[in-house]
């Protein structure tokens, strides 16, 4: 019997978002761990086709593991968890849900069966520690804090740049939909340069771009301050960012959980500067690794942008907190939570 399965969205190959990219890394850091033969993937790509395929993958994990890791999405865990509970009862597998993103809380309150069901599971594994209250605010007592974490190079202080002059460029890294905020965004950077009477700020914007109507809208009302850079590899990100200035991360995307942007831009040891959205400032600290602002205040937003324009070694000082906070996440300081855990 092999030591662990682990179902969750792979999907290798193929343009990733967060769900991916954390099921790889967890995936690929569990089998240095134990070896390639004790570690099985169970891939849930497919979405719906994947659900007429999941009792056979759940029995089979179930049959040939003692640990079960499991990482699925809000629809995925629906349908999997009581399945896995269920058969559960004839294997008494130990069963790992590794949680990613953060809408969890408001799931469990609109699934009270799943609330039920998800405390025999024998631990839950949270992104932060503010998650984990809210859980064990609902009667949870098997919620451990693992946050989230990304296999980069971390770069050293001698290769960060040095901006001695405006314009300083700056950058959003995320999903371009309008609830990651990329509008918020733009808005604060046009308003503080005019409110500066000159472009002390560029703004380029990465990442997939999901609502391409909307952003193509958006795109033809700006000027070339404001650019569009296309999709960067998750495992080139440091090699990106570290030219930027800062990180613009405006979100107020619902299912924000511990984003994992934050993480690139420590590595490359660029601030960020975040809306206070669910749990964005549990993980940038203010005035350390950069700033946090009210969620949807463009004002406030504009605010920050001119304070470091007029005092931009704030930032560079910064820079190396940051690199010193990417340590922290790791994945191998970060798993070594789960993999202690599996027996």
Not at 12 to 27: C, D, E, N, R
Not at 54 to 74: E, Q, S, Y
């Amino acid at each position: 019997m092999k030591r662990v399965g682990i179902i969750g969205c792979f999907d290798f190959g193929k343009p990733v978002g967060g769900q991916q990219v954390k099921t790889q890394i967890i995936g690929k850091e569990l089998k240095l761990q134990f070896g390639d033969d004790e570690v099985v993937f169970y891939d849930t790509q497919g979405k719906w086709r994947f659900i007429l395929r999941m009792p056979f993958v759940v029995l089979t994990a179930l049959f040939k593991h003692k640990n079960i890791v499991f990482m699925p999405g809000d629809k995925g865990l629906r349908i999997m968890v009581p399945l896995l509970i269920v058969l559960n009862f004839l294997f008494r597998r130990k069963l790992h849900y590794v949680v990613i993103g953060g809408w969890l809380p408001e799931l469990l309150e609109r699934y009270p069966i799943h609330r039920f069901l998800l405390k025999r599971i024998n631990c839950i594994y949270a992104e932060t520690g503010l998650m984990k209250a809210q859980l064990e605010a609902a009667g949870f007592h098997n919620i451990i804090v693992m946050q989230n974490c990304k296999p980069l190079d971390i770069l050293e202080a001698s290769e960060l740049p040095v901006f001695h002059s405006t314009p300083y460029p700056l950058c959003t890294f995320s999903r371009v939909i309008k609830s990651k905020g990329i509008e918020d965004a733009i808005i604060a950077v046009n308003d503080c340069n005019r409110k500066l009477g000159k472009t002390v700020f560029t703004l380029d914007i990465y990442g997939m771009i999901q609502e391409q109507e909307w952003f193509d809208t958006l795109m033809s009302q700006q000027s070339e301050e404001i650019r569009y850079r296309g999709m960067v590899g998750y495992n080139q990100s440091t090699e990106v960012l570290h030219q930027y200035f800062a990180l613009l991360f405006p979100t107020y995307y619902q299912g924000e959980g511990f984003a994992g942007t934050l993480i690139d831009a420590m590595a490359a040891g660029v601030p960020s500067i975040v809306s206070d959205w669910r749990f964005n400032a549990e993980i940038i600290t203010e005035g350390k690794t950069g700033y946090v602002f009210t969620t949807h205040s463009t004002q406030e937003l504009s605010d920050i942008l001119k304070r470091i324009a007029d005092h931009p070694e704030v930032m560079t000082a910064m820079r190396s907190n940051c690199l010193q906070e990417a340590k922290h996440y790791l994945p191998n300081v970060v798993t070594r939570i789960l993999t202690e855990q599996i027996i």
